[in-house]
């Protein structure tokens, strides 16, 4: 089934929306941070929800969910998930990667 590429959460689910209306109001004042780490150096890993599919059009799940990293020797590392889960697992291994950087 073919969708807008827009998307709400209900809870920590990703739900499809085709009304725009309905996805901007939504868009406006949801939480949509699913994790936020500060480490030291300034270093900033921080993962949300983006509410449009990042996959553009290819094959597969929609991209709806982003790990960022910004400072340090990762900076600008970026990372995109289908679901929450995988939001939180792949932040966290983010998380770990830049920790393990920053030791050497």
Do not use: C, N
């Not at 309905?22 to 890993?45: D, K, N, Y």
């Not at 400072?71 to 939180?88: I, K, L, N, P, V």
């Not at 966290?92 to 050497?104: I, N």
């Amino acid at each position: 089934m073919k969708t807008s590429g827009k998307y709400i959460l209900d809870g920590h689910k990703a739900v499809p929306v085709d009304d725009l209306l309905e996805w901007g109001r939504w868009f406006e004042t949801a939480p949509r941070h699913v994790a936020r780490t500060s480490l030291p150096g300034g270093i900033e890993v921080s993962t949300v929800f983006l509410g449009l599919d990042h996959r553009f059009g290819g094959d597969g799940p929609p991209l709806i969910f982003e790990t960022m990293v910004f400072g340090g020797e990762y900076d600008q590392y970026q990372d995109r998930y289908s679901t929450w889960e995988e939001a939180e697992k792949g932040h966290a291994d983010v998380v770990s990667r830049v920790k393990a950087a920053l030791e050497h």
